[in-house]
């Protein structure tokens, strides 16, 4: 029932003219993960990317991570494999969440995307061209509009 509320208040959000925040394009990418629809979130993607919006490497990284309990290494290698076999737009929110794909892929089944991400992690987000900044330190993303 969330999926379809979700998915009901993204499609009016379109249809007054507005772009939907970046959240709920993560959040529908996930659902779509979760459901193994993985044409869905290609489309979903494609649609961040028509909308301008720039997700970050690290970003789609600690989307993934925030969200390890929904999906799994073969839900991420999947959603790679229909990201390589479909015609999506090259910008980089497209090949940084490639780049993101291949990094937890690339880690083997017997690791949990947790491995490669510390369980504390800030996210503030303030608006709808959100990027991350690590500060150039190393630490964790934090999400600000630009």
């Known amino acids: 029932m969330q999926c379809h509320l ?3 208040a993204f ?21 779509a993960i979760t459901q ?4 869905r979130a290609t489309i979903l993607v494609n649609t961040m ?4 919006f720039q997700g970050a490497e690290k970003q789609w990284t600690y989307f993934f991570s925030d969200n390890e309990d929904r999906i799994s290494h073969e839900n991420l290698e999947r959603l790679l494999d229909a990201i390589g076999n479909c015609d999506v737009v090259s910008i980089p929110t497209v090949s940084n969440l490639s780049r993101s794909l291949r990094v937890l892929c690339g880690l083997g089944t017997s690791r949990t995307i947790s491995h490669i991400i510390p369980s504390k992690i800030k996210n503030t ?18 999400f600000q509009g630009e």
Do not use: K, R, T
């Not at 499609?11 to 996930?30: A, C, N, S």
């Not at 990317?49 to 301008?52: D, G, K, L, V």
């Not at 987000?125 to 934090?142: I, K, L, R």
């Open 6 to 8: 979700l998915e009901h």
């Open 11 to 31: 499609d009016m959000i379109l249809e007054v003219g507005e772009i939907p925040h970046l959240l709920f394009f993560f959040e529908l990418v996930i659902q």
């Open 36 to 39: 193994h629809n993985y044409e």
């Open 49 to 52: 990317a028509y909308a301008q």
């Open 125 to 142: 987000v303030n608006d709808q061209n959100e990027v991350v900044d690590d500060g150039g330190n190393g630490n964790m993303p934090n």
